[in-house]
């Protein structure tokens, strides 16, 4: 059996569906599933048993011999939740047990942790081990995730492979639920329907043009895809960025989407909220060195093909993948 925890969320969704499409149907999909909002992404999806995310670790006891995989992207990730509580109990504690049941149990294990992590971006976007106690997230969140990585790297006792994934800025298919926190290109597409115009922020950096401040962008079909090769080639234990590796401009996603919905472009900018711009990235950049040197080697979407596909295949019909 295969466990995917957060299963009902956007990543984990989208994750079970993958693995039902190569053949994996006995997957424990694990979460808050009182959350009714989240339930059409795990509609039509084969799965062998639901469980309570606050009942697992004691129904798992007697199945712990029979998980050959566990997944464990649930998480917190509302950036703009500053309740520390929150995030100690869910990000954290929940998190530290998973790691300690795989390790006592010699289960593989991949878990979500954030590009969040880098912050600013003063100490780089490389995933090397060294630099994760410098790092200075912005928020609680990020703190949270940060400390789980530092957590791993001090652990003797592992898991027998592990992979802790820093996801960019991840987008696509099953995150109508998300409200504020869904991509930019969710939003940017709702914008465009109901007013044929789309506002993106001014830059208040000299070094940044309007509209020209710069994500890693990464469509969650090859964030996917990424985790499948984890699971199936179990490469070097170690935390790695997930990103394409290419920044692209929040011009260029405006523009794309646009383009996908065939609306002429009507792009306009508007003042960055004051609260927020102190801590405003203008970029990030994921170093995916890592993760191509230990053997993936498939092409990740282009900004343009992944908000197309995203578009016109999820959103103008509200599709789930």
């Known amino acids: 059996m295969i466990v995917v925890t957060g299963a009902a969320g956007f990543i984990s969704s989208c994750l079970v569906s993958k693995l039902n499409a190569i053949g994996h149907k006995d997957i424990i999909v694990v979460d808050d599933f009182t959350k009714t909002e989240k339930a059409q992404n795990l509609e039509d999806k084969s799965v062998k048993k639901k469980i309570e995310r606050n009942d697992f670790f004691t129904w798992v006891q007697d199945f712990k011999s029979e998980i050959e995989f566990i997944f464990h992207l649930g998480a917190r990730t509302d950036t703009t939740e500053f309740d520390k509580s929150i995030f100690d109990e869910l990000n954290e504690k929940y998190s530290q047990d998973m790691w300690n049941f795989c390790t ?21 976007y490389s995933d090397n081990h060294d630099v994760v106690e410098k790092l200075k997230p912005l928020n609680p969140y990020g703190d949270s995730k940060n400390n789980f990585d530092k957590w791993v790297l001090k652990q003797e006792k592992q898991p027998p492979f592990w992979a802790g994934l820093k996801f960019f800025n991840v987008y696509g298919p099953n995150e109508f639920h998300k409200g504020r926190m869904a991509s930019v290109i969710f939003h940017a597409f709702n914008q465009i329907s109901q007013t044929g115009a789309m506002k993106l922020f001014a830059s208040h950096n000299p070094e940044f043009k309007d509209g020209e401040q710069l994500r890693d962008f990464v469509y969650v079909k090859d964030v996917v895809s990424v ?46 909220p004051e609260d927020i711009r102190d801590k405003y990235q203008y970029f990030t950049e994921a170093d995916i060195t890592k993760l191509k040197e230990n053997g993936y080697e498939y092409a990740f979407h282009s900004l343009e093909d992944g908000v197309e596909d995203y578009v016109q295949n999820y959103l103008m019909d509200q599709n789930y993948y």
């Open 104 to 124: 006592e149990n010699q289960i593989p294990l991949v878990y979500a942790s954030s590009g969040a992590t880098y912050g600013l971006g003063e100490f780089g």
């Open 227 to 272: 985790c499948i090769f984890l699971m199936e080639t179990k490469p070097n234990n170690g935390i790695y960025n997930l990103g394409t590796g290419t920044a692209r401009t929040f011009l260029d996603l405006a523009k794309a989407t646009f383009k996908a919905m065939g609306k002429e472009e009507n792009i306009s900018f508007i003042p960055t």
